[in-house]
């Protein structure tokens, strides 16, 4: 293959000094790895926090009334809710959708009392929107719709000094704001792993939560899991679609459900990017010296091919051509480089010491197993071969100002 | 029509102290088809005429004229496309690209000024035979005695047929023999193509060659011999 003279000339200018363009290749790698590696890490992680999240509880979507996801009121109510959760499940085809109830109420043991969150759940479908009942680690879930049952987190157990067969009385108000108050024996407890859900939470059928609370077959909210989460935009109009306009309720997603959780990654993705920022411009740095060294150096070149006939544009276009080469470089280098290690923790996993406790308040396992995609293994480099080639730009503009017969007088 | 044309050129530089007058209201005009040397001591600015000429270095005052075009007054672009297009330079230092070998620094001005592959490479290998080259094409500066590299700068110089050669001092650091085949490659290019040549030399025997001899001392003209007269 004919390759031109000029890019001929690049390519051998680029490697007169090997060792200065490997040190600066080297950098490059570094850098581009190191993003890539984070990146990967970065992003998968924010896909597990979304996802372990809206598994935990939230589901992908929640169909409610209007204004109940701001003020939880008892009264603001799903009418006949298990006939709407199943006409859902069988038009949608989805298996994952379930009613909940919900209302706060005090527990209390025989030595104890905490205000908790009581849901109201079906044991059928619950286990499809929820990783509550899978998180039971001593006893079970309930299986019947009305039994006097109830599963609290370990953490709330513990602080209430209960095991599983012991009581606990219920006391609260119901959707009518009538006195609500019921006995339930402790069928199971489980460790989520998440501190404010084991603490805070207990889980009660749905019927029997009907009965205590006075919900006349309503209930609060009916959950939805899509088949994944890039298919809500997809569901959220069917589901819409499906409600009957009399009832007036509204379908809220997971970014509406858990804005805190949005917030947090935005959060976190500034910060980030705030550092990797940092790394760019000084890879940057880096090159600008390597370039302005190269270009002082053939100042005496410069002068020969500008005598030639070579505008100092094309000259600067040449430097800008040598950099492009030595970015690639870096770029596909520290890709491979960063593909490599992200793939190999991919298989082994990642973990440091303290970062099961850290992971645990983010709802995240304490090892991470880090994907490549072509996202994370690409927007690093690219951002590093950007800021090379801008970096590149003043030593090229400064040709402009090289006069071809000083140039020649300079040292060869 | 006259070739160069130069109008009353100061040229003048500040070294230390000392303002140094390189080149003094000269006066200058050379045909189409002319083969001058100019000859002068060191400092005699014979270079700076070269290089005001070629359009490398701007005069203070007076005007210079290529070909009926004033290019004192010419952008630096307009004055790069001027060389690539009608000038040819040799210099003494030989001036290659050490990264290029013998072939691709010939093709090198081809390739800017926009001709084909096929082309440009068939061009740098007929003129790497002219000039006596030929079998040496793939090897860079390094590799070539200085003798070679010259010839290399010479047929880089003409490969394009420019219509006017400035060398400086091109046999400086030629032997003899080599100085007489350069030499007789201009006579020929100068007879046959009718390409102007402008000669700085110190070099008796180059300016043997000269049609015209133009004496410089102190960046004034003090002698002007027309040798085919004589």
């Known amino acids: ?412 | 029509m006259s070739a160069v044309r130069c109008v009353d050129l100061c040229k003048t530089y500040r070294q230390g102290d000392q303002d140094i007058k390189a080149l003094d209201h000269v006066d200058l005009e050379i045909s189409d088809g002319g083969f001058v040397c100019l000859s002068a001591p060191s400092g005699g600015g014979k270079t700076t005429l070269l290089n005001a000429i070629g359009g490398l270095d701007k005069p203070d005052t007076g005007e210079v004229w290529i070909a009926e075009q004033r290019i004192d007054q010419m952008s630096k672009g307009e004055l790069a496309a001027l060389r690539l297009s009608q000038i040819g330079f040799v210099f003494q230092a030989y001036n290659l690209i050490p990264v290029l070998s013998a072939r691709e620094n010939i093709e090198f001005v081809m390739q800017v000024q926009g001709q084909p592959t096929a082309l440009r490479r068939d061009k740098a290998m007929a003129i790497l035979r002219e000039v006596g080259l030929a079998g040496l094409e793939d090897r860079r500066p390094a590799e070539m005695s200085g003798g070679q590299q010259q010839r290399v700068a010479v047929a880089r110089a003409i490969v394009s047929r420019p219509a006017l050669v400035l060398a400086d001092e091109p046999t400086a650091n030629l032997d003899s023999t080599t100085s007489d085949g350069l030499m007789a490659l201009f006579v020929d290019l100068n007879q046959n193509h009718n390409t102007t040549f402008v000669i700085a030399t110190h070099d008796q025997r180059v300016m043997g060659y000269a049609k015209r001899l133009i004496r410089m001392l102190d960046g004034k003209i003090v002698d002007d011999i027309d040798q085919q007269a004589a």
Do not use: C
């Not at chain 1, 849901?119 to 001593?138: A, H, K, M, N, W």
């Not at chain 1, 009399?246 to 997603?253: N, P, Q, R, T």
């Not at chain 1, 051509?321 to 991919?346: H, K, P, Q, S």
């Open chain 1, 1 to 412: 293959m004919a390759v031109n003279i000029i890019s001929r000339l690049a390519w051998r200018n680029v490697w007169r000094h090997p060792r200065r363009t490997w040190l600066t290749i080297g950098a490059m790698v570094f850098s581009n790895a190191l993003l890539v590696f984070m990146i990967s890490i970065q992003f998968g992680m924010y896909g597990l926090m979304i996802d372990n999240t809206l598994k935990a509880f939230t589901g992908h979507m929640q169909v409610q009334a209007p204004g109940y996801k701001d003020d939880l009121k008892m009264r603001q109510v799903v009418p006949d809710a298990a006939t709407l959760a199943e006409k859902l499940r069988s038009e949608l085809k989805l298996d994952r959708i379930s009613a909940r109830s919900s209302a706060f109420a005090l527990l209390s043991s025989e030595d104890r009392s905490y205000g908790v969150q009581v849901f109201g759940v079906d044991p059928q479908y619950e286990p499809g929107v929820s990783t509550i009942p899978g998180l039971v680690r001593e006893g079970r879930f309930p299986t019947d719709n009305n039994a006097q049952e109830i599963v609290i987190g370990k953490t709330l157990a513990r602080n209430l000094r209960v095991e599983t067969g012991d009581e606990l009385t219920l006391l609260g108000s119901g959707r009518d704001g009538s006195f609500a108050a019921a006995v339930a024996e402790i069928v199971g407890i489980f460790d989520s792993g998440v501190p404010d859900f084991d603490r805070s939470i207990a889980e009660i059928p749905l019927g029997f939560f009907g009965d205590v609370f006075f919900m006349d077959h309503a209930a609060h909210s009916i959950v939805i899991v899509a088949p994944a989460l890039s298919a809500v935009e997809e569901y959220r109009p069917r589901v819409e679609e499906l409600l009957s306009p009399a009832d007036g309720l509204v379908v809220h997603d997971w970014n509406a459900l858990q804005p805190g959780l949005k917030q947090a990654i935005q959060a976190d993705i500034s910060s980030a990017f705030f550092m990797y920022g940092i790394l760019v411009i000084l890879v940057a740095f880096s090159v600008m010296n390597t370039q302005l060294m190269s270009v002082l150096e053939r100042t005496h070149e410069f002068g020969i091919v500008m005598s030639l006939g070579v505008t100092p544009g094309r000259l600067g276009r040449l430097v800008l051509l040598e950099t492009g080469m030595i970015a690639l470089a870096g770029l596909v280098l520290g890709a491979l480089v960063g593909g490599l290690i992200t793939l190999w923790f991919g298989y082994k996993g990642f973990s440091y010491p303290g970062m099961d406790q850290l992971a645990a308040n983010f709802n995240l396992p304490s090892r991470f197993y880090p994907q490549v995609t072509v996202l994370t293994l690409f927007l690093g480099p690219v951002f590093v071969f950007a800021g090379s080639i801008l970096s590149a730009l003043y030593p090229a503009l400064r040709l402009q100002w090289v006069h071809p017969v000083e140039a020649m007088r300079s040292l060869q």
